[in-house]
């Protein structure tokens, strides 16, 4: 756990958690800056969300087991992705021409591969939001008493999971329907 919590902060531990989310984030931002409706709907519709559905929905024993059951099959989903996502980037690098003889230019395979890689630390974020929606589950399913606080973050968390797997798909969609043309 102190292992954890030192890779938030420290950029030279085996966990460097920041530098996965650093990169995230960057995937929102353009020439300008970042891109105000995609924080928008990654940070604030979530909170919002969560205060929602917090107010109104309790989380009980059961509710708890469903949400590990359902975000430890996700955690697995995510890292069959990292996979899938390393097969394309490999893909696209070694593509030069396909069997219709219709060149990849480079430019072309910087754009799939710069796409690769945000695809890369979206679901290598999404891993991580996994493994702490988990952990919190875990700690307060064992409470005596539930805190509302933490329903709320585990709410949240659910949702940014949500909202970044539509983002996520999106990507992956694009990617491979770019990689076919060629």
Not at 57 to 75: A, S
Not at 102 to 113: G, I
Request: with cysteine; charged share 20%.
């Amino acid at each position: 756990m102190i292992s954890l919590v030192l890779g938030l902060i420290k950029k030279n531990s085996f966990f460097y958690i920041l530098g996965i989310i650093k990169h995230y984030f960057r995937i929102f931002k353009n020439e300008d800056g970042y891109v105000k409706s995609a924080i928008y709907i990654s940070i604030v519709l979530p909170f919002l969300l969560a205060l929602y559905t917090g107010k109104y929905i309790e989380l009980t024993d059961k509710i708890y087991e469903n949400i590990f059951l359902v975000i430890t099959i996700l955690t697995a989903l995510f890292f069959s992705a990292l996979g899938i996502i390393l097969t394309i980037k490999e893909t696209i690098m070694k593509k030069s021409a396909n069997d219709n003889g219709k060149e990849c230019s480079a430019s072309v395979r910087k754009k799939l591969s710069d796409l690769t890689d945000s695809i890369f630390y979206a679901d290598s974020f999404e891993i991580i939001i996994s493994i702490f929606i988990l952990i919190i589950t875990f700690i307060n399913s064992c409470l005596k008493n539930k805190l509302v606080i933490i329903d709320f973050f585990i709410y949240y968390l659910i949702f940014v999971l949500l909202i970044n797997m539509l983002l996520l798909l999106k990507r992956f969609y694009t990617a491979i329907n770019e990689l076919m043309k060629y």
